[in-house]
T-cell receptor
Framework: ETGVTQSPTHLIKTRGQQVTLRCSSQ?????VSWYQQALGQGPQFIFQ???????GRGNFPPRFSGLQFPNYSSELNVNALELDDSALYLC?????????????FGPGTRLTVL | GQQVMQIPQYQHVQEGEDFTTYCNSS?????IQWYKQRPGGHPVFLIQ?????EVKKQKRLTFQFGEAKKNSSLHITATQTTDVGTYFC???????????FGAGTILRVKS
């Protein structure tokens, strides 16, 4: 177990709705990265948060947004859901400041958009 | 943009046979990481390679980083059924925070 938790584990939404996914990072870590993993594909980088600021973003539209809180936990918000947003959403916790960039992934949230 | 290609997509081996997956980046990387994801699970960090030409071993697993820091490989000697899963490489560019994953190689092991 990595100590990274995500909630909820599963979620079903309809097109146009909004969703918030949550992630608690591992103790001692200050950085959270979010990934989208479609079936049969590798994780795609959405964005990263460090010290409560967005610190890098992948090719995702602005309707994907996030937050990081003072305790380093994080939220991923997706507005105006589309069918293609159906995927496993993974958060990964790491420590920025050392020489090693190992990321610890949480179990993921499986989002289904109908 | 940066792309990371991984081959093969899928490999089915007899238990005891060797397995290799290859990773190629369109750009020079500052480091490359390897992850394993079991069916229904999440990616689990295996190793990070940083130096040009670096070779690291973990028991039956051997990881290599190319001299040009654009390619990498993972070799498993004498596969076991516990090696089943999808192996991903993920590359990070110099001065970047974005980790770009390959599509993964699915390994199945017949006992």
């Amino acid at each position: 177990e990595t100590g990274v938790t995500q909630s909820p584990t599963h979620l079903i939404k309809t097109r146009g709705q909004q969703v918030t996914l949550r992630c608690s990072s591992q103790s001692g870590h200050n950085t959270v990265s979010w990934y989208q993993q479609a079936l049969g594909q590798g994780p795609q980088f959405i964005f990263q948060y460090y010290r409560e600021e967005e610190n890098g973003r992948g090719n995702f539209p602005p309707r994907f947004s996030g937050l990081q809180f003072p305790n380093y936990s994080s939220e991923l918000n997706v507005n105006a859901l589309e069918l293609d947003d159906s995927a496993l959403y993974l958060c990964a916790s790491s420590y920025t400041g050392g020489s090693y960039n190992e990321q610890f992934f949480g179990p993921g949230t499986r989002l289904t958009v109908l | 943009g940066q792309q990371v290609m991984q081959i093969p997509q899928y490999q089915h081996v007899q238990e005891g046979e060797d397995f290799t997956t290859y990773c190629n980046s369109s750009t020079t990387l500052s480091n490359i990481q390897w992850y394993k994801q079991r069916p229904g699970g999440h990616p689990v960090f295996l190793i990070q390679l940083v130096k040009s030409g670096e070779v690291k071993k973990q028991k039956r697993l051997t990881f290599q980083f190319g001299e040009a820091k654009k390619n990498s490989s993972l070799h498993i000697t004498a596969t076991q059924t516990t090696d089943v899963g999808t192996y991903f490489c993920a590359g990070r560019r110099e001065y970047g925070n974005k980790l770009v994953f390959g599509a993964g190689t699915i390994l199945r092991v017949k006992s």
